[in-house]
């Protein structure tokens, strides 16, 4: 940690000079005051990517949904809950040379929000609406001038990797994108990962 | 801790030869192998009933949803992640004296879970079939002979707390019941709490 800080100041490393954005974590999506939909994502892989741009020499904005992880220092984090403070997050801290969008982002969230506890009455439970979150990363690898140049997207699939990564990479429109499967147990929230890297041109596979 | 894991093996205190079950956290009730239903309960009370029970010289075991809490020293814990695994897991502790429901139990778990990740199509967003789940603290303070002879609720309530207190205590057939007013912004994962304690015959206001 030291090291890293000691680092960042220097300002030595090959990404010296370039912003790097990078969102990390769940998001959760509030039902009413005490219940939320949440998605399975420790922050650990956002966070270390973070530090390790850091360690690198860019500066960093790590936007980062609720975690159990510490601010990585040497960097700036910023707490958000929603999709849609996340993304309004993102939009405030470009420019950036890189984006990388590691969250676990919601797809949806409750089309209304209570504001007050829904009670368990006698009657049938209810069923929740929901409405699409705004899509962060398609947002920011949408051409324009302030589309970062290198924009990486991350899927977390539990069957039919290489399709369904390949797929979310041309609808995205982003440059690289790394899918986990998360279809074993015990792989969200835990330390390793199966993973697939997909660029407009090449794939690799890591386990 | 250490004073009360060498105090717990003293075993000294007033409640010493008295088993007590204590749930806390929150649960976690899967829509998908990514996503989930949860609620906002950091642990915090739950866990610190459970240690100054055991500090009491209880034997205690802590039924914890999931936390970001380390298991407390000198006692048991149990970790699960849905009411139904902490139904099972109450029921399998059974008997004991005292019964603590300090858990935020989730109300509802979605009527199906899918076994894949739900893909967000072109489409409508889905809208979630709910399920009621089984009633843990109405379960334990039922007649018979493994009921504890003191059960405690806990109501987590935004509005009308003494009038939904009341209520909920004479449903439930708990013996006490600590009613915890949420409404304001930061208490739940907080480290405060507005409390109403009722009993049968009295009532008792804390801030």
Redesign the interface.
């Given at each position: 940690a030291i090291f890293a800080a000691i680092q960042a100041a220097l300002n030595k490393g090959p990404l010296r000079g370039r912003h790097a954005i990078v969102t990390s974590g769940p998001t959760?999506e509030p039902?009413d005051?005490?219940?939320?939909?949440?998605?399975?994502s420790s922050g650990k892989q956002g966070h270390a990517i973070a530090s390790a741009l850091a360690a690198l020499g860019a500066r960093v904005t790590l936007i980062s949904g609720p975690v159990?992880l510490p601010d990585p220092p040497g960097l700036t984090t910023i707490h958000v809950e929603t999709a849609r403070e996340m993304q309004s997050a993102v939009q405030a801290a470009l420019p950036a040379d890189i984006a990388v969008c590691a969250a676990?982002v919601?797809?949806?969230r409750t089309?209304t929000e209570a504001g007050?506890?829904i009670?368990?009455g006698g009657g049938a439970?209810?069923?929740?609406?929901?409405?699409?979150n705004p899509d962060i990363l398609a947002g920011i690898s949408a051409p324009g001038p302030q589309r970062p140049r290198l924009v990486v997207g991350f899927a977390?699939?539990?069957?039919k990797l290489e399709e369904?990564a390949a797929t979310k990479r041309a609808r995205k429109g982003c440059d690289w994108l790394v899918a986990n499967n998360?279809?074993g147990t015990g792989i969200?929230g835990g330390n390793e990962n199966e993973v697939l890297l997909l660029t407009e041109t090449d794939s690799a596979h890591w386990d």
């Open positions: 959760h039902i005051p005490v219940r939320f939909i949440a998605n399975r159990s676990a919601g797809d949806w089309a007050q506890k009670k368990k439970p209810p069923s929740l609406a929901l409405a699409e977390a699939e539990t069957e369904h998360v279809g969200m």
